[in-house]
């Protein structure tokens, strides 16, 4: 449901969905612009997305789940037993471990990649162990639904992925400084750090200590117009 729930609000109305367009299914199209909601791996579509953005816009939406409720039921369809919070959170700094695998697709000037951050319920009901007593991993999903957008996030350049670094960050900087500035742990700001150096939005420039040094890449400047 999760899927269809945000094709839905994304296409809007009068959008054409489902059709196929140069040999792949499309989620939806809107005008000149095709959408792609992406619940799963950003891989999984990496090449198909990199061959539409030869010709058309894309829209890419990679939902982040910040908050899912746990619905247990006795059967598929059946009764409730209990929900619970799931304490798996996903946050914007998530959208790094997707990007690992798609920066050869981002940026592109016909791609926006939008990133809402949503709450969800999951259905659940017991798995291949349902005659056993029901263990926390024996389970089969049934379905997600939507029950809220809470924030968006829109990234079509490299200066959209910068902006969600510390500010005042030293120049050069090592992922230390990111870590402590955003109050994450080191390996998070170490893949924020590959996927930029990826993206060509930061250039490796040193070392201190065992620390890699960087920079923020310059932008190429504009042509002036004659």
Same mark, same amino acid.
């Given at each position: 449901?999760?899927?269809?729930?945000?094709?839905?609000?994304?296409?809007?109305?009068?959008?054409?969905?489902?059709?196929?367009?140069?040999?792949?299914?499309?989620?939806?199209?809107?005008?000149?612009?095709?959408?792609?909601?992406?619940?799963?791996?950003?891989?999984?579509?990496?090449?198909?997305?990199?061959?539409?953005?030869?010709?058309?816009?894309?829209?890419?939406?990679?939902?982040?789940?910040?908050?899912?409720?746990?619905?247990?039921q006795d059967?598929?369809?059946?009764?409730?037993?209990?929900?619970?919070?799931?304490?798996?959170?996903?946050?914007?700094?998530?959208?790094?471990?997707?990007?690992?695998?798609?920066?050869?697709?981002?940026?592109?000037?016909?791609?926006?990649?939008?990133?809402?951050?949503?709450?969800?319920?999951? @259905? &659940?009901?017991? /798995?291949?162990?349902?005659?056993?007593?029901?263990?926390? !991993?024996?389970? %089969?999903? =049934?379905?997600?639904?939507?029950?809220?957008?809470?924030?968006?996030?829109?990234?079509?350049?490299?200066?959209?992925?910068?902006?969600?670094?510390?500010?005042?960050?030293?120049?050069?900087?090592?992922?230390?400084?990111?870590?402590?500035?955003?109050?994450?742990?080191?390996?998070?700001?170490?893949?924020?750090?590959?996927? @930029? &150096?990826?993206? /060509?939005?930061?250039?490796?420039?040193?070392?201190?200590? !065992?620390?890699? %040094?960087? =920079?923020?890449?310059?932008?190429?400047a504009k042509?002036?117009?004659?």
């Amino acid at each position: 449901s999760l899927h269809r729930q945000l094709k839905s609000i994304y296409a809007g109305a009068g959008a054409r969905t489902e059709e196929r367009l140069d040999g792949f299914r499309i989620d939806a199209i809107r005008g000149k612009q095709l959408i792609e909601i992406q619940h799963g791996s950003l891989a999984a579509i990496r090449d198909k997305i990199s061959r539409l953005l030869e010709k058309h816009r894309v829209l890419v939406v990679k939902p982040l789940v910040m908050k899912k409720t746990l619905v247990r039921q006795d059967a598929k369809g059946g009764s409730v037993l209990t929900r619970r919070r799931s304490p798996k959170v996903e946050t914007v700094l998530s959208l790094f471990d997707e990007l690992i695998y798609f920066t050869r697709v981002f940026p592109h000037r016909n791609l926006i990649l939008e990133t809402p951050l949503v709450e969800v319920e999951e @259905l &659940r009901y017991p /798995g291949h162990g349902r005659r056993r007593r029901w263990r926390e !991993n024996d389970f %089969l999903v =049934e379905d997600q639904k939507l029950v809220a957008i809470h924030d968006t996030h829109r990234f079509k350049t490299n200066q959209d992925l910068l902006a969600l670094l510390p500010p005042a960050l030293p120049q050069p900087f090592h992922t230390g400084h990111i870590a402590q500035g955003l109050q994450i742990q080191r390996w998070i700001a170490q893949r924020m750090t590959y996927v @930029l &150096r990826k993206c /060509g939005a930061v250039l490796e420039c040193g070392k201190q200590g !065992n620390a890699r %040094l960087y =920079e923020i890449a310059q932008p190429p400047a504009k042509k002036k117009r004659a």
